[in-house]
């Protein structure tokens, strides 16, 4: 069990069937790195500090191994902490560093798939959770997470009503050699509920039983919550007072191993079958359980945040030392080969400065001329669109009517006093340092706990080969669409894909809102969208016909 925030919990996959379910692999390949040691210390004491250590790593280690080891750990705790979407973020730059065809990195592998299963299961995405744990399972190499990863991928297919699948990938458990007792009471569970929910019929009860009995004998006490979570749920609807034994027994051990979520669980049975007069008292506790658990994990993913912040800030400043210094080893070397010089260089240098400063001085002076020129032109062309235009229909105005609104006028003269005042004003081009991750950081402002948003693909090598201008004209369209989803799109989760294919770049963002009614009609902020991408040579679409939520697809060629 994992601790964050030194509050203590558990994520359930499904009601009353946590450790049954879906188990996780050992993930602590022989690192010995110190920071790998203390970190793997402190995992299920103080996962903050576990996840500092594992941070360190990632941003000072030069051994690829070492970094993904470290970013699946990352993701674990995240995972624990119901951050998924961040689990898989670190999931994924694991994968960056792990190859396939080296053998060294398949425990690494398997364990990364591992984990993107269950992110992805714990967020319904069944199919992608099947895909991932087949690729954990074809990377594993020792029998014991061979059939961890089995046992996960049969949930996936009891979860997807494939109930044949999941049966089979149970019998295959089974018929393991010397299977140990934990392992046969989970599976036989699992196997009993799974043909339980493929025949409501069917009797599960004396397997149920026997799983039971195996894990008292065995003080198995994850096992007995799995096993009473089990049974409440077999008995909920045909025998209330049996459910409510067992969920009452459940409630009792997911206390005593402060488990919160299978607590809830209980409860939730509980108020369901239980005395009326006992229920508000199970409604409050359930409650005020509830309310603590989301708040916890809000923290935590707060805090993750902040570690990440913390050792970003730690790098750039150490990286800024190192420039200084190195700008003051240039500086004593440059002065001493000036002293050296000096005498050789004098007259030389003297004669050469003159006549360049000379010339310098006329090259500079045209330029200012010039400068000057083009500015006049500029300044005069805007005069006349401007404030020659403004005056002309102005005394048309006062020429042709003879009742003048003078209010009105006076307005007209005003806004055109404004526009001659900024006549001459151009602002200046900023260039963005580091456009990925502004980007980035534009994009994750819009994030919140109820609307978690996925950024992939984002690398600052995507962006090599644009202009400022494109960049810019990019930053508003991705801000306005950031802006619409925030206002009107009531969406949960938001992933935007980066990707290079072929000759141009594509965006692609999904959310699971609203998305447009049949009646929508393009407004001035997706009609401005659209011509922005115009002007940069690229282009965007729109689509959520027939679809829950919002699918936008943007396109920028790629200047060569």
């Known amino acids: 069990m994992k601790t964050v925030n030194r509050i203590f919990f558990i994520v359930a996959l499904y009601s009353g069937s946590i450790n049954s379910c879906r188990q996780k692999s050992p993930i602590h390949p022989v690192i010995a790195n110190p920071d790998y040691k203390k970190g793997t210390a402190l995992i299920g004491q103080n996962n903050d500090s576990a996840y500092f250590y594992f941070n360190k790593i990632v941003n000072t280690s030069k051994d690829s191994l070492e970094i993904a080891s470290s970013y699946n750990n990352m993701a674990a705790i995240q995972s624990d902490a119901g951050d998924y979407f961040g689990a898989q973020e670190s999931l994924l730059a694991s994968l960056r560093y792990l190859k396939e065809n080296n053998e060294r990195d398949y425990y690494c592998l398997s364990s990364d798939y591992n984990e993107l299963g269950t992110a992805s299961l714990n967020l319904k995405n069944y199919p992608a959770a099947i895909n991932y744990y087949g690729l954990a399972i074809k990377f594993s190499r020792d029998s014991g997470s061979g059939r961890i990863f089995m046992n996960n991928l049969a949930l996936c297919y009891q979860k997807t009503g494939r109930f044949a699948k999941a049966l089979e990938l149970y019998h295959s458990i089974l018929s393991t050699p010397k299977l140990e007792s934990k392992t046969y009471a989970r599976v036989m569970t699992n196997m009993a509920t799974t043909k339980w929910l493929q025949d409501s019929t ?18 198995d006490e994850w096992g007995l919550n799995s096993s009473f979570g089990h049974l409440a749920e077999y008995y909920l609807k045909a025998r209330p007072d049996s459910a409510f034994y067992y969920a009452d027994q459940l409630y009792g051990i997911a206390q005593k191993l402060q488990s919160p979520d299978d607590e809830l669980d209980a409860l939730q049975k509980m108020i369901l079958t239980g005395e009326e007069k006992n229920r508000k008292a199970y409604f409050l506790r359930y409650q005020f359980l509830n309310d603590s658990l989301q708040t916890a994990r809000n923290n935590a993913k707060n805090q993750f945040a902040l570690i990440r912040y913390d050792a970003e800030k730690n790098k750039s400043e150490n990286l800024r030392l190192q420039r200084d210094n190195a700008d003051n080893k240039l500086q004593i070397f440059r002065q001493r080969v000036f002293l050296y010089a000096a005498l050789f260089v004098l007259v030389c240098g003297t004669v050469i400065t003159i006549i360049w400063y000379r010339k310098r001085r006329q090259t500079l002076q045209l330029e200012a001329d010039n400068a000057i020129r083009q500015h006049e032109l500029k300044t005069s062309q805007k005069v006349h669109d401007v404030v020659a235009n403004g005056l002309y229909r102005i005394m048309s105005e006062i020429e042709h009517k003879d009742d003048i609104d003078k209010p009105r006028l006076l307005d007209n003269i005003e806004a055109l006093y404004e526009k001659s005042r900024d006549i001459s004003y151009e602002p200046p081009a900023v260039a963005i340092a580091d456009f990925g991750k502004y980007i980035s950081t534009l994009l994750m402002s819009f994030s919140i706990p109820t609307q978690q ?5 984002n690398q600052e090598g995507l962006w090599n080969n644009f202009s400022g201008e494109t960049k810019k004209e990019l ?18 989760y938001v992933v935007i894909k980066f990707e290079r294919q072929e000759n141009q770049v594509v965006i692609q963002y999904i959310d699971d809102g609203i998305g447009l009614s049949p009646s929508f009609k393009k407004g001035n902020g997706i009609r401005n969208t659209e011509n922005r991408m115009k002007r ?3 282009g965007i679409i729109f689509d959520s016909a027939d679809k829950k939520g919002l699918r936008i697809r943007i396109h920028l060629p790629i200047s060569k």
Do not use: C, D, F
């Open 536 to 538: 940069i040579g690229g």
């Open 475 to 492: 930053e508003h369209v991705l801000q306005e669409i950031m802006v619409n989803m925030k206002k009107h799109s009531e969406a949960r």
């Open 453 to 457: 948003i996925l950024i992939t693909g």
């Open 202 to 219: 069917y009797p599960a009860t004396h397997e149920l039983w026997s799983a039971l009995a195996i894990r008292k004998k065995e003080n």
